[in-house]
């Protein structure tokens, strides 16, 4: 086979039957447009009520924002190549997209982790919690996160640069991942692999220890309190977030926690659509769902009684 530093790719998409492409088409298709009308509707509802100017519902809107990103970075591509059967992409397109996944599967990592430890802050140590979650604490938190973020994309991005990669190979996914990419390189990859494993580790196990440590030392303070109605009312508030880190990190490890001779197995595509599709667009319906305080936000805005009251 040719090795080239730039070569061309075909993704194979979701399917492969004739009959199928519509109908995914068009589940699909909804299911991302629900998730860009949740998320902006959540964007909005928290800018336009002064009363959701605290810590909480600013890392919120930060991950609508996030979630938003995240799944334009691939949904279009995966319809195009759906409703085309035509998916064909230049590296240079490749490498754009993997560079903005890379960054917000980081922040949604990231924010996951710091609306944990928000959490944590505000029922371990209630009497505090204006002075440990300042809005200048809350901004370096989520600047910090963008630029580590970016950091990290940037280096993984640039490394591939350096490959040579056999031509005109078949990916077998429905966007740009780093795992298809470094199989069909034809350079030595060793010294690549051990740095995704390092960044890998850094940015996505320890953002989990951390969220760990954080409900861990949540359940132990809420175990303490006397009455049932107190234990309620605060585990109420770690609920939503608890429900989105479940499904945001069970879909990422059913994608990237396998053994080799599993990576092209439907499941992980199956997954993949969970993490980079699904759990996006359900956030905003977790959190207003079950929140008063944005549902009333909501219902302002739309001038309407809201559906979920």
């Known amino acids: 086979m040719n090795c080239s530093k730039n070569p061309d790719f075909v993704l194979s998409g979701l399917s492969s039957d004739p009959d199928k492409p519509q109908l995914l088409f068009g589940l699909l298709l909804a299911l991302y447009l629900l998730g ?8 909005l509802a928290i800018g336009a009520d002064l009363h959701l100017h605290t810590p909480m519902y600013f890392f919120l809107s930060q991950l609508s924002l996030v979630d938003l990103c995240f799944t334009t970075t691939t949904g279009p591509k995966m319809l195009e190549t759906l409703w085309t059967s035509n998916g064909s992409i230049s590296f240079s397109e490749c490498l754009t997209q993997l560079y903005f996944f890379t960054v917000f599967a980081d922040m949604d990592n990231l924010l996951l982790t710091a609306m944990a430890i928000d959490r944590y802050a505000a029922i371990c140590h209630p009497l505090h919690y204006p002075l440990l979650m300042t809005p200048c604490r809350c901004g370096l938190l989520v600047g910090g996160s963008w630029g580590v973020a970016h950091s990290d994309s940037l280096i993984q991005t640039l490394m591939l640069t350096r490959l040579s990669f056999y031509t005109n190979q078949e990916i077998p996914h429905f966007f740009c991942d780093f795992g298809p990419l470094l199989r069909f390189s034809c350079s030595d990859i060793h010294l690549n692999e051990e740095l995704v494993m390092f960044l890998t580790g850094l940015l996505g196990i320890s953002p989990l220890f951390c969220i760990i440590s954080s409900y861990a ?19 109420a508030t770690c609920s939503s977030h608890l429900s989105t880190v479940i499904l945001f990190y069970s879909s990422v490890f059913a994608t990237y926690l396998k053994s080799p001779s599993a990576s092209h197995a439907s499941g992980e595509l199956g997954a993949a659509i969970m993490y980079t599709l699904v759990t996006p667009t359900l956030n905003p319906f977790i959190y207003s769902l079950r929140n008063k305080e944005v549902k009333r936000s909501l219902k302002r805005i739309l001038g309407i009684e809201s559906p979920w009251h």
């Open 217 to 235: 030392h949540i359940f132990l303070a809420v175990a303490r309190v006397p009455s049932a109605q107190g234990k309620k009312k605060a585990l």
């Open 36 to 43: 860009l009308s949740g998320n902006m509707l959540l964007l």
